[in-house]
């Protein structure tokens, strides 16, 4: 996935780039990286961040960045922001989203006798450097901008800094989120709202479907409106997004609660304890608990002065060596228990094996898990959210291939909970990975969580419709 964060000031920006940046951690484990325009250069630092904390590897940078504006990002994959200079001036820029077209891109603007891309490792282009060569075909960045979001399948949310102020574009089906807050001498930009709090920002402005502004100390440009269709990510609320953080007027935490308490609501069994699997998975459980009224309490507990969050071992056999370390039990909380889990998605299932197995370890009882979405059955072609890398890798579609004997097959009641096939593929899921008892929440009843009416969000990962 990835988060970006920039900020135009009246005075020195970059520990609140530094700070709104890192904000962002919980979206990327590959790349951090920042860049400034002090007044007369740009100064830009970038690290690999996939096993130590993006403030630990930029805290040494600050004292050679000044200047009144900046961009700042978190990347699973390539090393932005990028700095550009070509006939448009000199800029950098950064991006989050997905390209799906990059190597027809690519061969149109060698076409256009662009003379190259810089390669990255294992060969491939980087995607924010694609984006730049689209808005270098044209003679303005505001043109060059739109030419991107016309061009791109997938999406494209981006920030383009210069020396004037910062472009925000956000992706055209607003696919992605892109907020504006604001203090007094300065303004910010955000995929995460819950960076303006602490900084001292309130929340000005969400850009809608495909908007472009241009931000300056003195105030907001509106450079190309909004489109009339979204297809905000559903999962931004059930999984990605940060809890104190808000799209579209509706908070993660709230959703999640609400999620939690719906499934409930749909639900009869008896248990002693719920428990939500951390960190996503606790306030689906909270709400689940509030309203079965049944205790909620933690049988396990991440251990968090080393394992604050999840890195990307090199071997499987680290991995799940670090699965085991990083959860310590409460056997009185286990032992001869009856548990139930919610977490906020079942997407490949190994991890959720694991956790299981661990539990019973322990003596646990009984274990039902209780997913706050529906069961992924196509992956992400808009962001490069998805744990799993191709669509072999989920459950549910190594499920599907065991009962029908292939992976090509209708899969729309697969897709649809009122069907026999549905609870079918369900209950293998459940004695495949060893749960008492499995359940996902309802599509409906996961959008009406949220609020929004359901043609503006993004469901493609559950029903394949775009």
Not at 28 to 38: D, F
Not at 135 to 158: N, Y
Not at 183 to 197: D, I, M, N, Q, R
Request: charged residues 20%; negative net charge; hydrophobic residues 35%.
């Amino acid at each position: 996935m990835g988060g970006v964060f920039g900020v135009v000031s009246k005075s020195d920006c970059v520990l609140d780039l530094y700070f709104g940046t890192d904000y962002h951690s919980h979206l990327g484990t590959s790349r951090g990286g920042m860049a400034v325009w002090s007044g007369r250069s740009f100064t830009r630092s970038i690290h690999n961040i996939e096993n130590v904390q993006f403030r630990s590897k930029f805290e040494v940078d600050l004292s050679a960045m000044s200047g009144r504006m900046g961009i700042g990002c978190i990347s699973d994959n390539e090393p932005q922001p990028l700095l550009v200079r070509s006939h448009l001036g000199h800029y950098a820029i950064t991006t989050v989203g997905r390209i799906n077209n990059l190597d027809e891109i690519v061969d149109y603007c060698f076409k256009r006798n662009l003379i190259h891309f810089l390669e990255m490792s294992q060969g491939e282009i980087n995607p924010t450097e694609v984006v730049s060569a689209l808005i270098d075909q044209e003679s303005s960045i505001k043109d060059g901008i739109l030419r991107a979001q016309q061009t791109i399948d997938g999406s494209c949310t981006l920030l383009v800094l210069t020396d004037g102020g910062i472009y925000a574009a956000r992706d055209r089906f607003g696919r992605t989120p892109l907020i504006i807050g604001k203090k007094e001498g300065a303004y910010c930009v955000t995929f995460e709202s819950c960076a303006l709090t602490n900084l001292g920002y309130s929340n000005f402005y969400e850009l809608g479907p495909g908007e472009i502004v241009f931000i300056t100390p003195e105030g907001i440009e509106q450079i190309s409106p909004p489109g009339d269709k979204m297809k905000i990510c559903s999962f931004l609320w059930v999984y990605f997004g940060y809890s104190s953080s808000t799209y579209e007027g509706v908070n993660v935490e709230v959703m999640r609660n609400r999620n939690g308490a719906i499934m409930a609501r749909r639900d009869s069994v008896e248990v002693d304890f719920v428990s939500g699997i951390p960190d996503s998975g606790v306030a689906h459980a909270i709400g689940y608990s509030n309203e079965a009224s049944i205790p909620y309490v933690r049988p396990f507990i991440k251990y968090n002065p080393t394992w604050s969050r999840s890195f990307i071992p090199q071997t499987q056999e680290v991995r799940e060596q670090i699965a085991r370390m990083k959860l310590m039990p409460i056997i009185d909380l286990i032992k001869d228990k009856r548990l139930l889990f919610c977490d906020d998605s079942i997407v490949r299932g190994t991890q959720m094996r694991e956790t299981v197995q661990f539990l019973y370890g322990f003596n646990a009882k009984e274990v039902h898990i209780r997913s706050a979405c529906p069961p992924p059955i196509f992956t992400c072609k808009y962001l490069n959210f998805s744990r799993a890398r191709s669509e072999k890798d989920l459950v549910s579609r190594r499920t599907i291939q065991k009962l029908e004997g292939s992976y090509s097959v209708d899969l729309e009641q697969y897709c649809d909970h009122r069907t026999e096939k549905y609870h079918c593929m369900v209950e293998h899921i459940g004695k495949e990975l060893n749960f008492t008892s499995l359940k996902y929440q309802a599509l409906p009843d996961m959008l009406d969580a949220i609020g929004l009416p359901h043609e503006n969000l993004c469901t493609y990962c559950w029903n394949g419709k775009e």
